[in-house]
Nanobody
Framework: QVQLVESGGGAVQAGGSLRLSCRASGNVFDVTNFSWTAWYRQVPGKERELVARGSLSGDVYYDDAVKGRFTLFRDKVRRTVFLQMNSLTPEDTAAYYC??????????WGQGAQVTVSS
């Protein structure tokens, strides 16, 4: 079993920055073999949407809404994936979820972290 624990959410004014962390623990084999790690976000009444997704090789996809402002990166030693968020706007307000996928097709989700950006 694998657990993903998020931290780093909070409230910030527009133009500010936050860094979300997602640390993996549990089954050692799965944790070290994540093929993909990703961040999603969701606002009430809307579907969860992909923000950024990174492969084991280092390739990262960003949604156009966050490109140039958000950065996904991994620390394999600490089994942690980060989402650095800069130049935040009120439209970035959402619950953010990390997700990890293994080559075998297993998927794991974090518990969510609320980000609130005020104008």
């Amino acid at each position: 079993q694998v657990q993903l624990v998020e931290s780093g959410g909070g409230a910030v004014q527009a133009g500010g920055s936050l860094r979300l962390s997602c640390r993996a623990s549990g089954n050692v084999f799965d944790v070290t073999n994540f093929s993909w790690t990703a961040w999603y976000r969701q606002v009430p009444g809307k579907e969860r949407e992909l923000v950024a997704r990174g492969s084991l090789s280092g390739d990262v996809y960003y949604d156009d809404a966050v490109k140039g402002r958000f950065t996904l990166f991994r620390d394999k030693v600490r089994r942690t994936v980060f989402l650095q968020m800069n130049s935040l706007t009120p439209e970035d307000t959402a619950a953010y979820y990390c997700k990890a996928e293994t080559a075998a097709g297993s998927e794991y989700w974090g518990q969510g972290a609320q980000v609130t950006v005020s104008s």
